[in-house]
């Protein structure tokens, strides 16, 4: 410390200081766990599409993170190193399915990673895709979505997808594109829920 910055030091006081910016750097967990939501802030209004995250929902009005990664962006590779990783971590088991938002790449990455696994598109994505193409009646078309996506009966399906053409033929051209298999209950080859 003397030749190189000029200050001399016992060994106890450069202990103590190594000690105490260590204490610096390492703050107690539960404090740095707080400090996440800020610093993912940050990082998305920085570098925006820079972190990849999973989500399960528990009972359909929830939310919770299941996976989380920073990439340098979503991509291709991206998506696929993250789908490696989660297999890595949870495997593939039975019954299960990849719900997401029809991001190209994760069609791209899920599909590859997981080929035995059924895919499906994000509703809640789904809808906000019809809301912002298709500007009719967005209230009736919002009640209707969400009664075809969720119905157990053809019968009901088929009702309301007759209502969805009267009010627009181009949405259900859109949704018959996408392939109801994707997003209906009553179409699904697995239990959605």
């Known amino acids: 410390m003397l030749a190189e910055y000029g200050v001399r030091l016992t060994y106890m006081q450069a202990w103590r200081a190594k000690e105490a910016a260590r204490e610096l ?3 107690d967990p539960i404090q740095s766990y707080a400090k996440l939501p800020s610093y993912f802030h940050i990082l998305e209004a920085t570098y925006p599409d820079s972190h990849i995250r999973l989500h399960k929902s528990e009972d359909d009005r ?9 990439v340098d962006s979503e991509n291709d590779a991206s998506w696929r190193w993250f789908f490696e990783q989660f297999r890595d971590t949870f ?12 991001h190209a790449s994760i069609i ?12 499906f598109a994000c509703m809640w994505h789904l809808l906000q895709n019809i809301m912002k193409n298709f500007r009719k009646r967005q209230q009736r078309v919002t009640e209707l979505f969400y009664s075809m996506e969720k119905t157990y009966t ?8 007759t209502i969805v053409e ?18 209906s209950r009553v179409h699904a080859e697995v239990n959605r829920g």
């Not at 929830?62 to 920073?70: D, H, K």
């Not at 053809?154 to 997808?161: D, E, I």
């Open 62 to 70: 929830s939310i919770l993170p299941l996976a989380y990664t920073i």
């Open 154 to 161: 053809m019968t009901k399906f088929n009702q309301c997808m």
């Open 108 to 119: 791209k990455a899920a599909s590859r990673v997981y080929d035995e696994v059924p895919h």
């Open 91 to 102: 495997g593939q088991r039975l019954e299960m399915c990849i719900v997401f938002d029809r």
């Open 25 to 27: 750097v390492r703050i």
């Open 166 to 183: 009267k009010i627009d033929k181009w949405i259900k051209d859109y949704l018959l594109n996408i392939g109801y298999n994707k997003w």
